[in-house]
């Protein structure tokens, strides 16, 4: 079957870094995603990755193992605005681009 | 550049009613998705066109829905008649790609059946 786990809520400190895991198992693979998605709004991109390693973008990383079958954001220099759900998706197949979600994790930015 | 945008916002029909949802795409998209979050649960894939066609449509949960895409830009998600269990809010994204290509979300509709 396919399943993507991924924590429910976290919580973290503004100006401090969080880190919010993925672990996936799907039938096939072909990159994974993650989308910041604010209340009530549209989810938006924040970075994929196909190939093992570290993608940076500015205060957003993020890692893939695909041996491990799994990946992690990482966010620094957290701020307020941060506060939101992050969804992490994996395409499955190279046949469609549709994606399969997890849960999402909701983060919540502390002052 | 307009991005995904969907209509209505919010749909509150009674069971056995008729809705239908729409999406408008970012220009010369050719793929466009719809998705669907029940409450509590993962955002789930319902289908997928490439221009007017119909690539996968393996996630659709029964006859009572309906996807078109006429002429291969804007599409239409009819939902005839509504049960209780279609509340959720329906995601439309598209992209110029398939695989490996960034989607573009709309803000969604939520649909409420009482």
């Known amino acids: 079957g396919q399943n993507i786990d991924q924590p429910t809520e976290m919580t973290a400190t503004e100006g401090a870094i969080v880190q919010i895991n993925c672990t996936y198992q799907?039938?096939?693979?072909?990159?994974l995603f993650w989308y910041q998605q604010h209340a009530g709004e549209a989810p938006t991109f924040l970075s994929y990755?196909?190939?093992?390693g570290l993608e940076e973008k500015g205060r957003f990383s993020s890692f893939l193992s695909r041996s491990k079958g799994y990946s992690y954001l990482l966010l620094k220099e957290l701020q307020m605005k941060d506060s939101a759900s992050y969804l992490c998706?994996?395409?499955?197949?190279?046949?469609?681009?549709?994606?399969?979600f997890g849960q999402g994790t909701t983060l919540q930015v502390k002052p | 550049e307009a991005g995904v945008t969907q209509f209505p916002s919010h749909s509150v029909i009674e069971k056995g009613q008729t809705v239908t949802l729409r999406c408008d795409p970012i220009?010369?998209?050719?793929?466009l998705y719809w998705y669907r979050r029940v409450m509590g649960k993962e955002i789930k894939f319902l289908l997928h066109?490439?221009?007017?066609?119909?690539?996968?449509e393996s996630g659709m949960p029964n006859n009572r829905f309906l996807a078109e895409r006429t002429g291969g830009t804007y599409s239409t998600l009819k939902v005839q008649p509504a049960e209780l269990e279609d509340s959720g809010v329906y995601f439309c994204?598209?992209?110029?790609?398939?695989?490996?290509?960034?989607?573009?979300f709309g803000q969604g509709t939520r649909l409420t059946v009482v």
């Open positions: 799907t039938s096939g693979f072909n990159g």
């Open positions: 994204a598209s992209s110029e790609g398939g695989t490996g290509t960034e989607a573009f």
């Open positions: 220009s010369g998209h050719d793929n």
């Open positions: 066109f490439v221009k007017e066609s119909k690539q996968d």
């Open positions: 990755n196909v190939l093992d």
């Open positions: 998706a994996v395409h499955g197949s190279s046949n469609t681009g549709k994606l399969i």
